[in-house]
């Protein structure tokens, strides 16, 4: 698989690999292979050396919830047998994501197991390194209309052995999982307001820049100040109108008014409510004004 190759062919990935040594071995018992690895004067199994079988029905057990479109989010490849497993119980509407931290593991089981029905299917996604798994990747795979059939797991004793990227891992996967609900609370709670404001925007959309071409032309080496609404704002004004020119004023859609009302023009504004109130942008000045703002 191209994938692969590339990411044994990365440097970065390579050198973001198996800071610990340790070494990936195996035994023949009863005519099965069983994989190990040897680290910190340890020897760490990474199969049963009684019943594999067993061993992958009490693991599957835990995915007692799988639906026509079940993603499997799994830390380690192992020897592969878990994957095969999964692949053989789920729909074809269904995929597995692996993180598989070591390449040193990965190259060996390359090397000692027959994989090649594992790597030439088309529901197999496998990301190599601490460095290469992120949410902006796990993205790509997933939709808010993955996450009720998501199933977490990790391969058997991967998470002793890399405790570190175990944690990563989960947290990056944590970190999607609650965007993508974040966004589909906002789709609930706007409903057709969403799409409506969406097409009533889209000539303004088209004509607007990104959030990257912001961050270019904001200022370097000033100060900023973050306005918003509340007894505070009343209270400090008028320090606001000694650091305007000093200072980049942000300014909330909700502050728009006391700030103007006397005679602070913030350098931005930012609305993100879909539903705000248009007395808020009434004054003609708030046209002049560059806006940060939402689709919704």
Excluded at 74 to 103: C, D, H, Q, W
Excluded at 144 to 173: C, M, Q, T, V, W
Excluded at 191 to 196: D, I, L, M, R, S
Excluded at 199 to 211: E, Q, R, T
Aim: hydrophobic share 40%.
């Amino acid at each position: 698989r191209e994938d692969i190759v590339d990411m044994f062919n990365n440097e970065k990935v390579i050198e973001s690999l198996d800071s610990d040594a340790m070494i990936a071995n195996s035994e023949v018992i009863q005519d099965r292979t069983i994989l190990y690895v040897q680290k910190d004067d340890s020897t760490i199994q990474l199969d049963s050396l009684y019943d594999s079988e067993m061993l992958m029905d009490c693991w599957m057990s835990q995915c007692s919830d799988i639906v026509f479109n079940s993603k499997l989010l799994m830390f380690g490849f192992g020897n592969g047998m878990y994957v095969r497993k999964f692949l053989r119980e789920i729909p074809e509407t269904g995929a597995i994501i692996i993180y598989e931290p070591s390449i040193i593991i990965f190259k060996y089981v390359l090397n000692t197991f027959d994989v090649s029905d594992l790597l030439e299917n088309k529901n197999l996604f496998i990301f190599l390194g601490s460095e290469v798994i992120n949410k902006n990747i796990l993205f790509k795979y997933f939709t808010y209309h993955d996450i009720k059939g998501l199933i977490f797991l990790d391969y058997l004793n991967y998470r002793y052995l890399f405790p570190n990227e175990y944690k990563k891992f989960y947290a990056e996967s944590q970190i999607l999982v609650n965007s993508i609900n974040a966004t589909n609370t906002v789709w609930e709670r706007f409903g057709e307001a969403y799409y409506y404001n969406t097409l009533s925007n889209f000539p303004y959309l088209v004509m607007s820049k990104s959030l990257y071409h912001l961050y270019v032309l904001l200022p370097k080496g000033i100060p900023a100040i973050l306005v918003s609404s509340g007894p505070s704002l009343d209270k400090n004004i008028s320090d606001l109108k000694k650091a305007k020119g000093k200072a980049f004023v942000i300014s909330v859609d909700s502050a728009l008014k006391a700030l103007l009302k006397e005679d602070i023009i913030p350098d931005m504004f930012i609305t993100v409510d879909g539903r705000k109130m248009t007395a808020h942008f009434e004054d003609e000045r708030v046209a002049k004004i560059p806006m940060v703002c939402s689709l919704t």
